[in-house]
C-alpha cells in the first residue's frame, strides 16, 4: 500500500464516511478503468516509437506528480509519527519504481513494477483502506497513487512489450526480499506495521486477517507471494508479442 494508504490506516479524527463498494469506491473505479481503457486506446492512435516515447515519458510525469502529491500530503499535513509517516509500504516503493522504470528502462525496476503492481497495489482497489470519500484529498492522493503505478505497469507490458521471464520473477522477489529486509526489523523496533508484516493487523478487513497469527502470518505472506510471481510469469508468456518473444528466463 502507499503512503496515502498509510494515512488511510491511521486512525481518523472523525468517523470513516468511506465504504468498500459504496458510490465512492464504484466511483474511484471507473474513473481509473476509464483512464486505462484511454492510455490503451491510444496505442491504436499512436504507433510510432517516437509517439510511444512521448507516451512513456507523460506517463513517468503524471506518476511523479501522483506518488508526490500523496507523499507531500502526508509529510506536510498530517502529524508525523514513526510507526505511519515512513514512505515504506509496498505501494510507497512501487510509486517511485514506476515512473523510474518507465524513464530508464532499467530490466530489474520494469520486473518489480510488472510483479508488484499486480500482487501488491491491485489489492488497494478490491481492498481499499482509505476512510474518506471524495471530499477529501486523501481520497484523491490515494486512488491517483495507486492508479499511477497500474498505469505504468499497463504502458509498459502492452506499450513497450515488456514480459515477464523466470529471470524477471527472480529480480521482481529479490526486491521484494531487500524491501522486505528493511521494514521487518523496522516494524519490531518501531512496533509499526508497514508492508502489513508486523505484529499488528490492518484497520479495515482483509485477508491477511485469515493469515493466522504473527509471525507466521508473515511467513504465509511469502508463500503467498511467490505463487502470485510464478502464476504471473507463466501468464505473462503466454501473451502474444512483446519485446521478450522467444527469450528463456
Known amino acids: 500500500m502507499s503512503l496515502a494508504a498509510t494515512l488511510a490506516d491511521a486512525p481518523p479524527p472523525a468517523p470513516p464516511d468511506f465504504q468498500p463498494w459504496s458510490f465512492a469506491h ?134 513497450e512489450g515488456f514480459r515477464p521471464t523466470w529471470r524477471d520473477c527472480g529480480l521482481g522477489l529479490l526486491a521484494a526480499y531487500a524491501w522486505l529486509a528493511v521494514v521487518f526489523p523496522l516494524n519490531m523496533i518501531l512496533g509499526a506495521n508497514y508492508g502489513y508484516v508486523g505484529n499488528d493487523a490492518p484497520r479495515v478487513p482483509s485477508l491477511i486477517d485469515h493469515l493466522g497469527p504473527w509471525p507466521w502470518r508473515a511467513l504465509m505472506i511469502a508463500a503467498i507471494g511467490h505463487v502470485v510471481f510464478a502464476v504471473l510469469t507463466v501468464a505473462g508468456r503466454l501473451v502474444p508479442g512483446g519485446e521478450n518473444t522467444g527469450e528463456r528466463g
Open 26 to 159: 464504484l466511483l474511484a473505479l471507473g474513473l481509473s478503468a476509464g483512464a486505462l481503457v484511454a492510455i490503451l486506446g491510444s496505442l491504436r492512435v499512436f504507433r510510432s516509437p517516437a509517439a510511444h516515447r512521448r507516451i512513456r515519458i507523460a506517463l513517468a510525469a503524471l506518476a511523479l506528480v501522483f506518488v508526490g502529491f500523496s507523499m507531500g500530503y502526508w509529510l506536510f499535513v498530517v502529524p508525523w509519527t514513526w510507526q505511519r509517516s515512513l514512505p515504506l509500504q509496498a505501494c510507497d516503493v512501487a510509486g517511485v519504481i514506476a515512473p523510474l522504470a518507465l524513464l530508464t528502462r532499467h530490466r530489474l525496476l520494469r520486473a518489480a513494477l510488472f510483479y508488484w503492481s499486480i500482487a501488491f497495489t491491485l489489492q488497494a482497489f478490491v481492498q481499499p483502506v482509505v476512510q474518506r470519500g471524495p471530499e477529501s484529498p486523501i481520497y484523491w492522493a490515494f486512488w491517483t497513487s495507486h492508479w499511477a503505478i497500474i498505469a505504468c505497469a499497463t504502458w509498459d507490458f502492452w506499450g
